[in-house]
């Protein structure tokens, strides 16, 4: 038994190996070897477990099948079933109320920040004006730095102060639902399986303690740094926003002899200061004086990651429709914030309600689950022996010596197996509707029953694909064991192992995005500073006000342009990802629990389908709110007509008309036609399995 695991181990250990990326220190050589002796004892457990369990029967085909649902129970049902159940036990904090509550200290924050500034007034923006790099400023006016020191000093123990309510909202907010995580952990050692899981997860630190030992440990070493920026004073003097040397001369020289004309990109006294500029950065990547030693900062990573003997010691204390199928609810992006203004896209991407994001690693429990898993699997326990144990006993040959044909028997005893297990269906299922529709969950409507309606016919086909699979394996094994034995192996194959490998072959059949967000915000950051070094830039209402803004809307046509290459790399890696799903979606097919699951959940547009067309309404949206804004902005004459803030109209606005996000369902139509492929796979599936069984039975000798 433990040889294989031996081999298998070993050759897992010669892949790692061979990585050049990949390196093994003395303490990770010996969390490998704990990790081994651990799997040890685990198939030691489950060899006990099933001995003892065949002492108790006696019978070889009868403690297969309880071992076998012990571990369809253990393995799967209890460890993916335990979040949905726990979520009862813990109130959950609406993300809401962390929006508001951050939004009211980010206002308090700007309120003070305004007050300051309205007793201690800018310089001018001629003052500041220098070339911005990040938060990097140089050949400002010394005038203009002073003022940045100033504020600087007033501003950051507020920024910290800001910083920590935040952190401190979020946790209120994350707490509830880490605690339901440390449940499910605590929860697991009542199964050897979840058990195993657990003490591997924290022995590869990569368990939920880890994850807030690593962000004790940041936030300590937060803490340490701005102590050492303190003990350097870069808080209190400039350069904390700027590397120019005391002696460096500044972009404007004489702010008060510079008028707003001068500051046009194409007057000839900003082409000679540009000038200037570009042979200063020349200098600049030359001069020592602004390189900073930072030999003697405080490094993080000796103890960012938990020791063995701690993993070990925390190991010790355990030696609407979505109730039919949540169609990958929790895989998908169900949240997108928008930004009207130019140089801004559908940047970020969430997923908010009803999804744990500390559980991520467990698959939610809804009747498409427990069909695909548990009813797959009474199908066999039903009709492994349905011919083989007849034969066995010899009753088949006293029924068929009736007038009774081979196909009526057949498929009489599949009635009787289908009967049993689609009355369990819908008596468990009409009693689920029954508690949500008490609670409020959900409405008993026409789309519920539609949805219900078809969940029951595909059931139907599912089990009809399994009990007759059983029955002609049964018909040509002619033993109950053997007949058991092949059915569980090619139940692990259709069920487990074919979804199992989708993903495997997915991320080689097409290249995964990675960090899909860097090169879009790239894209707004590498324009932004080619037209700084320019001179190009948002002067302000007054400056543009000049030239007619002839500056800004040069920006905003080249902002624009980046936004348009920003839009298309986003879009391609949307794509990209959903290419790679579809890829799995192709291999999954071959499973006919994932037939039955991508059937339903095309027929109750979710999955794959809702994403996609939530994805083309989010971005029909945006370019909706900006048609309004535009529409709006056209009418003010005093506006100056960029779609940046500061440059709209200043005219009050009615937030009621407003366009709303008016989400269109996917018709049913179009999510028939999207299921058309696994419900025809479902069906002739089903349909080659009856054919299977009738041929298997008409050719059985009976005499044995």
């Excluded at 959950?92 to 308090?108: C, H, K, L, T, Y």
């Excluded at 920040?113 to 938060?135: A, C, D, F, M, N």
């Excluded at 058991?484 to 194959?493: E, Q, R, S």
Aim: proline residues 4%; neutral net charge.
């Amino acid at each position: 038994m433990w040889i294989p695991l031996a081999l298998a181990f070993a050759l897992a250990l010669l892949i790692i190996l061979t990585s050049s990326e990949i390196f093994l220190s003395g303490e990770d050589w010996l969390r490998l070897g704990v990790f081994f002796a651990l799997a040890c004892l685990f198939l030691g457990q489950i060899f006990a477990l099933s001995l003892m369990v065949s002492c108790f029967t006696g019978q070889s085909a009868t403690s297969l099948v309880i071992c076998l649902f012990g571990w369809l129970v253990g393995g799967v049902v209890y460890m993916n079933l335990m979040p949905s159940l726990i979520e009862y036990g813990v109130e959950e904090i609406p993300w809401q109320n962390f929006v508001d509550a951050s939004g009211a200290a980010r206002s308090e924050y700007r309120r003070e920040v305004q007050e300051w500034e309205e007793r201690h007034p800018s310089p001018g923006e001629v003052y500041l004006k220098g070339i911005e790099e990040g938060r990097r400023l140089r050949y400002a006016h010394p005038k203009g730095y002073t003022w940045l020191q100033q504020r600087s000093a007033f501003t950051f123990d507020k920024d910290l102060k800001l910083a920590e309510r935040i952190k401190e909202l979020d946790w209120e907010n994350q707490e509830p639902l880490a605690r339901e995580a440390q449940l499910v952990t605590s929860w697991s050692i009542l199964s050897p399986f979840t058990n195993f899981r657990v003490l591997s997860y924290q022995l590869a630190r990569t368990a939920l303690d880890d994850k807030f030992y690593l962000a004790r440990q940041g936030h300590r070493y937060r803490k340490t740094y701005i102590e050492y920026l303190r003990s350097k004073k870069a808080f209190a003097s400039g350069r904390w926003f700027t590397d120019d040397p005391p002696d460096q001369e500044s972009m404007i020289p004489d702010p008060e002899a510079v008028t707003p004309q001068m500051l046009v990109p194409d007057a000839p006294f900003m082409q000679e200061r540009m000038t200037w500029v570009q042979e200063q950065e020349g200098r600049a990547a030359k001069d020592a004086r602004r390189q900073l030693d930072l030999r003697d900062l405080p490094k993080f990573g000796a103890d960012g990651r938990r020791s063995l003997a701690a993993s070990l010691q925390i190991m010790y204390y355990r030696l609407e429709t979505e109730f039919i199928t949540e169609g990958g609810a929790n895989w998908f992006d169900n949240t997108f914030y928008l930004n009207p203004g130019a140089g801004r896209n559908v940047i970020f991407a969430a997923h908010k309600g009803g999804f744990n994001n500390w559980m991520q690693r467990y698959e939610v429990v809804d009747w498409t689950l427990l069909v695909r898993y548990v009813l797959s699997f009474l199908c066999i326990v039903l009709a492994y022996n349905s011919v083989s144990g007849e034969m066995e006993s010899g009753t088949l040959r006293l029924a068929l010596a009736n007038p009774l044909s081979r196909g009526r028997w057949l498929v009489g005893k599949f009635f009787a197996y289908l009967g049993l297990l689609l009355a369990a269906t819908l008596l468990g299922s009409l009693f689920s509707l029954l508690v949500l529709s008490l609670n409020g969950a959900l409405d008993l409507n026409g789309t519920v029953v539609r949805g219900y309606l078809f969940f029951f016919l595909a059931t139907a086909f599912y089990l009809t694909l399994f009990l007759f699979l059983s029955m002609g394996i049964s018909c040509l094994a002619r033993s109950s064991a053997t007949s058991l034995v092949l059915l569980i192996l090619m139940w692990a194959i259709l069920v487990i192992i074919i979804p199992q490998t989708s993903y495997l072959v997915a991320v080689q059949q097409v290249k995964s995005v990675g960090a899909w967000w860097q090169k879009p915000f790239e894209v707004i950051g590498e324009e932004e500073k080619r037209l700084e070094r320019e001179g190009l830039g948002l002067r302000g209402r007054e400056l543009g006000k000049v030239d007619d803004y002839a500056m800004e809307k040069q920006y905003a046509r080249r902002i624009r342009e980046a936004e348009k290459e920003q839009g298309q790399l986003m879009k391609r890696a949307y794509a990209q990802n959903l290419e790679q799903y579809k890829v799995a979606k192709a291999v999954n097919l071959f499973s006919p629990g994932f037939a039955f699951q991508y059937a339903l959940e095309a027929f109750l547009g979710v999955g794959i389908k809702r994403y996609e067309n939530f994805l083309q309404q989010t971005w029909h949206y945006r370019d909706t709110l900006r048609d309004f804004i535009r529409t709006r902005d056209a009418t003010d004459a005093d506006s100056p007509h960029i779609l940046f803030q500061g440059y709209l109209s200043d005219e009050p606005l009615d937030h009621n008309h407003i366009p709303r996000v008016k989400a269109q369902p996917i018709a049913l139509a179009e999510g028939v036609s999207a299921g058309v492929m696994p419900i025809a796979i479902l069906v002739l599936e089903a349909f080659a399995a009856f054919f299977f069984a009738l041929w298997a039975f008409n050719r059985a000798e009976l005499a044995g």
